[in-house]
């Protein structure tokens, strides 16, 4: 992916909220499925529609989605809307890509843990992290372009579905170009694996210059 580098001041002009969620649960692959082509099941899509009563009242103006079926059906229930594809989102098809490496061995790891041994560490802590905060920062870069060829008033909301950590390390790289640094990142970004259909949410306060990071979670519909 080549990017133009963005600054701070370029995300605050252009984002007034983002929010990364993760797909709801697929199905699973069998002997002849290829990883690209697993659907929603049943509950990836009540899912999907839980973090949609979660997002009531919200209303974004852009939805970007990675290219793969889950995430892209995920972010159109619980958006209505149809996103726009980024390919940077989805799954490398090389199993030797350095993000594939890295989740054959940590799977649904989270980007930090504290005190970190050879048998459990996060993400950044894998030999090949750095691989990792590359492709965030990239991938912040090619949101704010996105956002900016989309010909929308500035600032909006944008919401982007995608795959397990990279969405918390996209809202990482969201944060660290506003300025936060290492020891005030929130650790539901840093320490928290998002489950199916969670996300994070950065909102920017325009003019006070401060950030509201927040967690969100499908919201469980009961008949009474």
Request: aromatic share 6%; proline share 4%; net charge positive.
């Amino acid at each position: 992916m080549k990017t133009k580098k963005v600054s701070s001041a370029d995300i605050r002009a252009t984002i007034s909220q983002a929010l990364a969620f993760r797909h709801g649960k697929a199905v699973k692959v069998n002997e002849t499925d290829h990883d690209d082509d697993r659907q929603l099941n049943e509950l990836g899509k009540t899912q999907a529609a839980g973090l949609k009563r979660s997002l009531a009242g919200i209303s974004f103006d852009l939805s970007l989605s990675s290219p793969l079926d889950r995430a892209r059906d995920t972010t159109s229930i619980a958006t209505c809307t149809q996103p726009r594809l980024l390919p940077a989102f989805g799954v490398p098809k090389n199993p030797k890509h350095s993000l594939n490496v890295m989740f054959s061995a940590l799977a649904y790891s989270p980007l930090l843990v504290d005190k970190p041994t050879k048998k459990a560490y996060g993400y950044f802590q894998h030999k090949l992290g750095r691989y990792l905060k590359k492709w965030a920062r990239q991938a912040v870069d090619e949101v704010v372009g996105k956002i900016k060829k989309a010909k929308h008033g500035y600032p909006i909301r944008v919401a982007i579905g995608g795959h397990a950590v990279c969405q918390n390390a996209f809202i990482w790289a969201l944060l660290e170009r506003l300025g936060i640094k290492d020891e005030q990142m929130p650790k539901v970004v840093t320490h928290y694996n998002l489950g199916e259909a969670e996300g994070l949410s950065v909102v920017l306060h325009q003019g006070a210059g401060a950030v509201t990071v927040g967690f969100i979670a499908p919201a469980i519909a009961i008949k009474s």
